[in-house]
């Protein structure tokens, strides 16, 4: 009864009035100031450079399995660390799956990557990066939960990193899609405009008055068989023969790009593009390699994100408190083999590397007999000079390295 009656009640009620706006816009105006079509902030090129970069750099590094000891830290090599760092995906490498992984935490994601670990006899068998389109997050009490495909997912489930964690809820990250949104579409509308300026086709480079009533010129055949008869050559450069007094030429000079602004519009929205994403001016397009900026890229944005995506698969990939991972930026620096070598040189005769390791640093292989540390007589502890053998009546002449 309630049914009907307020099926009733919905029937009788007035439609609401459809309200219409309209724009005023000429054609020349609506080509240069609307540009159709939805596109997205990560399509804009410039971000576009900086993510893949980023992306590209994260996924070029080595995953570590590391072990706390009393000596230091050391890396340990088996199956799991074999699956983090070779095949963490059945279906991909490490390189693409870490690349997937920063795509969306600075992208799709916006600031939040769920990864859905799968086990088998007890042991990791896949780990699953889930579409960020499917993905939501709710408050629950004093923690959250996640939404994937209809299920609700505890945080101790699921491999959850995220960058930038917002103050409202600081169990998830924020993204850039705010602060780009407006960058983005200002380089954009310089895109179109550029276009539509190098496209216009009201730009000629001369202007012809012609003694002429404006009645003999009022047709295009008119002025086509005029221009056939004085201004066409039969060869490039030949010179134009007409009366004096019949035509006047004038040269006209077309506004450029530079005198629009537009590059240093561009160049500036470049600038601040790279300075949210944290990265080089160069690596968006604007100014040219430097070699400390991009050093100073891999200490700073490479290993902020490699440390939170390290840090939750310690957490919760591993169950030894004496283990975790880690990545190695060492490959990723711009060094010359010029520098390789000295360090080399110097780590080796005082002890520090082995000249296996020293090869190893260079790219050769190893050899028999430089798998041991090697050091000068003259480097020895400060405690140990008077056990010199020429102190002690030794051999004035003897050996001059030691090995320890």
Partial sequence: MWGKQNKK??????????????????????????????????????????????????????????????????????????????????????????????????????????????????????????????????????????????????????????????????????????????????????????????????????????????????NKEARRKFADEYLSTQEAGEPWIIPSDLLAIEQVKPLSLNDLAINDAVTLDKKTVAAILDVPSFVVGAGSYNKDEYNNLISTKILSIARAIEQEFTKKLLSSRHWYFRFNPRALYAYNINELASVGKEMFVRGIMTGNEVRDWIGLSPKPGLSQLTILENYIPLDKIANQSKLMGGDENGSENETI
């Fill in 9 to 218: 009640s919905n029937t009788a009620r007035d439609k609401p009035k459809k309200s219409t706006v309209g724009w005023l816009c000429s054609n020349s105006g609506y080509d240069t100031l609307c540009i159709p079509g939805y596109t997205r902030f990560l399509d804009c090129p410039e971000v576009q450079m900086a993510i893949n970069k980023i992306a590209d750099l994260v996924s070029s590094m080595t995953i570590y399995l590391m072990e706390n000891t009393d000596d230091g830290d050391v890396r340990i090599v088996n199956d799991l660390s074999r699956k983090i760092d070779i095949n963490p995906n059945r279906h991909m490498t490490r390189k693409t799956f870490i690349s997937c992984v920063v795509r969306t935490l600075l992208g799709e994601g916006d600031g939040n990557a769920v990864i859905l670990p799968k086990t088998r006899g007890g042991y990791l068998d896949d780990l699953i990066p889930l579409p960020p389109s499917q993905v939501t997050f709710q408050e629950s009490g004093d923690s959250y939960v996640i939404q994937y495909s209809g299920k609700a997912y505890n945080p101790d489930e699921l491999i959850h990193i995220c960058i930038n964690p917002s103050p409202e809820n600081p169990f998830w990250g924020q993204g850039y899609r705010v602060a780009l949104k407006d960058v983005a579409q200002s380089l954009k509308q310089a895109t179109a405009t550029k276009k539509g300026f190098m496209a216009d086709k009201w730009k000629p480079s001369l202007i012809v008055k012609v003694e002429a009533t404006a009645d003999e010129f009022s």
